[in-house]
């Protein structure tokens, strides 16, 4: 304080403005989202670019900040950005889904404002709308520790994000057709690095830079659309810290299978002979691997990277097998001073059981997806908003689905599928994967703890195989085929929060549902009120706001 005032200094950095006080700082940002054209693998089409580029900006952030972006929707239809894996406390109306917000109208903004409220890690954003994130609009998004909270490892040269995908050549108002038609979209027609298609070979452009014996950050994210994607490093090591948030015991990898929507950082020596070497991504579990290199290159050399490539790995029981060498750091410190391990998950009653199966089947002649026997559909009124305003029976019904699913699911209803979970009540769900292809499954506003991954099916007895000591708390779990994966966490943030398929093709066509967790109280000790920018469409479009929540 000077003079009785508060000390604030502002910062000016390119599109970003930084209001730094003795609170928790402001950081502001621009977005323009436009349409532009790219040739990622080699064929003009269509891409959404923020601020003029594919992909989007890297986010970068600190705990505790807070975000404030305006996201300008130049296209020429509705448009939202969410956040993922960031837990928006008692914030849902941020979390930039269909559920919880109005799409941004074409030729209009909005201004979402969001603090990564004791979260630290690795993540990204992307076009929750329609098939946008088919054409861009993701990029990276990390929220740094604190100063003040110690980081258990030693501070890396610099710090990069590798965006890893599959990618198809028709542009997403194309593939939308298809899926609207009935058709499914087949295998991707190839992967990218960081936007970018690179042969083995040919002429490519360092997309980083080490100096020799230095080693650097580098957070790995899936941001694809269907496809796991094995990340390898030519010759190098790479060292796991830190998932989707949390901590990890620090393990050595040759490759990392990464499923989509999730993300892995790891550390990495420049200990090797200075030259160029290949990074890799390449599908797993397709008929057809498909690949793509990129160059990571020693300073000052001019080397060329070997032709021999690291082979992937074969079949989905070492992919398991990886995931089980997954650890939670006990003794680290996460976004806050205490160990991570001091919250001991695995002596907490289990108060409810939910078990979800996907299941594809046919409802009117085209192919739709869903949780037991109930594909999803969109309402013209956001979930959230029927039910702030008092009016989820003109909308939507709660528990359309059992906990329990039926043992053959041989029919689709299509419907919202809205789940009433008890507001702090700790809950055991299991992922059951009853087809033959990988799953990857996400939840918005928590993280969890992915106690275990099994072939065949769940039953009450396979909880003696849990790991209810250090399992890792994160946020997207993979389901393998013909297999269960089990997720226990405690609904302690109010809102209304997305369990979706990563599988956008599934996700797009009904396999997601919502999760309302209320507050009795419906008080801001437990959820804020809707911010007074907020869009309002459907049969809310007009009213006035409903009383605010006091504390």
């Known amino acids: 304080m000077q003079g009785g005032r508060l000390l604030t200094v502002l ?5 970003t403005v930084a209001i730094v006080s003795a609170g928790d700082p402001y950081f502001y940002y621009t977005w323009n989202v436009t349409y532009g054209t790219a040739a990622p693998l080699g064929i003009p089409q269509q891409v959404i670019l923020i601020n003029g580029q594919f992909p989007g ?33 008692k914030n849902s109306w941020q979390d930039g889904v269909t559920g919880t917000s109005c799409p941004i109208p074409a030729g209009t903004n909005f201004t979402y404002h969001f603090q990564p409220k004791d979260q630290i890690g690795s993540y990204f954003y992307y076009p929750s709308t329609s098939l946008h994130r088919f054409a861009g609009g993701f990029g990276g998004l990390r929220v740094n520790s604190r100063l003040l909270i110690p980081v258990p490892y030693a501070d890396p040269e610099d710090d990069h ?6 990618w198809f050549t028709k542009s997403h108002t194309a593939l939308k057709n298809f899926l609207d038609s009935g058709r499914t979209l087949g295998s991707p027609d190839g992967v990218l690095i960081n936007g970018k298609f690179g042969k083995v070979g040919e002429k490519n452009e360092a997309l980083f830079t080490m100096k020799p014996g230095k080693t650097y950050k580098y957070r790995i994210c899936n941001v694809g659309f269907k496809s796991s994607l094995n990340f390898r490093i030519q010759g190098h090591k790479m060292k796991l ?60 050399s001019n080397v060329e990277a070997s032709a021999e490539l690291p082979k992937a790995p074969v079949g989905w029981a070492w992919s398991l097998n990886q995931f089980r060498s997954f650890r939670w750091n006990l003794t680290a410190s996460a976004a806050r001073p205490n160990p991570q391990g001091s919250y001991h998950y695995g002596k907490i009653n289990i ?29 013209e009124t956001p979930l959230k908003l029927a039910e702030y305003f008092g009016m989820a029976e003109k909308v939507f019904k709660y528990n359309v689905i059992k906990d329990e699913p039926a043992a053959k699911i041989t029919a689709l209803t299509v419907e919202p599928n809205v789940l009433n979970i008890t507001f702090r009540t700790f809950v055991e769900i299991i992922f059951e994967n009853h087809e033959k292809s990988m799953q990857s499954f996400h939840l918005d506003g928590h993280s969890f703890f992915a106690v275990a ?23 997207t779990v993979q389901v393998y085929p013909k297999s269960w994966s089990a997720i226990l966490l405690t609904f302690d943030n109010a809102g209304m929060w997305n369990v979706r398929s990563e599988n956008w093709e599934r996700r797009y066509l009904g396999e997601q549902l919502y999760i309302s967790v209320l507050s009795p109280e419906k008080s801001l000790r437990d959820e804020y009120n809707i911010p007074l920018n907020t869009n309002l469409c459907g049969i809310v479009k007009g009213l006035p706001l409903p009383t605010p929540y006091t504390i």
């Open 11 to 15: 910062v000016c950095l390119a599109s």
């Open 57 to 89: 900006p890297n986010l970068n952030s600190t705990s505790n900040n807070n975000v404030v972006i305006n996201v300008f929707n130049n296209l020429d239809e509705p448009f939202l950005l969410t956040w993922s894996g960031l837990q928006h406390r």
């Open 161 to 166: 994000t590798i965006l890893i995908n599959d």
């Open 241 to 300: 810290v830190e998932m989707e948030g949390s901590h990890v015991l620090q393990n050595d990898y040759d490759s990392l299978d990464v499923h989509v929507g999730q993300c892995f950082a790891v550390l990495v020596t420049a200990d090797q002979v200075a030259k160029n070497y290949y990074m890799v991504a390449s599908t797993r579990f397709l008929k057809k691997e498909v690949s793509t290199v990129g160059v990571l290159s020693y300073e000052g």
């Open 351 to 379: 108060t409810r059981t939910i078990k979800l199966a996907n299941s594809k089947n046919v409802v009117n002649g085209k192919v739709r997806f869903g949780f037991n026997g109930v594909s999803h559909v969109d309402t």
């Open 453 to 475: 991954s099994e072939p065949g099916r769940w039953t009450p007895e396979k909880r003696s195989n849990y790991n209810l000591l250090d399992a890792v708390s994160r946020h």
